[in-house]
């Protein structure tokens, strides 16, 4: 099993960053590609960004390409997302996933977090 715990969410202005981390724990970090998924009320989740299991490799919603980052530190075992010039449009709860191969499905990835909440007011 892979247990996966979100933290950093919070309330930010419009136009402003945060960044939400990922922990892993269990089994090898490293076996996995991660990714970030959101999900507004009333919404379906949907997906953010992938990393490969180095972090070779990254990918991006296009709603989030060029403010978002996404990176990984296989030492701490944790995944990133940072989230810059922020919108309204990108409130939701923040997922982060583990999955064996890159995918920006929900069904690509068989390990999930809580949650975290971000909120961005305008």
């Known amino acids: 099993q892979l247990q996966l715990v979100e933290s950093g969410g919070g309330l930010v202005q419009a136009g402003g960053s945060l960044r939400v981390s990922c922990t892993a724990s269990g089994r090898a970090f490293t076996s996995y590609v991660m990714g970030w998924f959101r999900q507004a009320p009333g919404k379906e989740r949907e997906f953010v960004s992938v990393?490969?299991?180095?972090?070779?490799?990254?990918y991006y919603a296009d709603s989030v390409k060029g403010r978002f980052t996404i990176s990984r530190d296989n030492f701490k075992t944790t995944v990133y997302l940072q989230m810059n010039s922020l919108k309204p449009e990108d409130t939701g709860v923040y997922y982060c996933?583990?999955?064996?191969?890159?995918?920006?499905?929900?069904?690509?990835?068989?390990?999930w977090g809580q949650g975290t909440q971000v909120t961005v007011s305008s």
């Open positions: 996933a583990a999955g064996p191969q890159m995918a920006t499905t929900k069904e690509g990835y068989g390990y």
């Open positions: 990393i490969s299991w180095r972090g070779a490799s990254t």
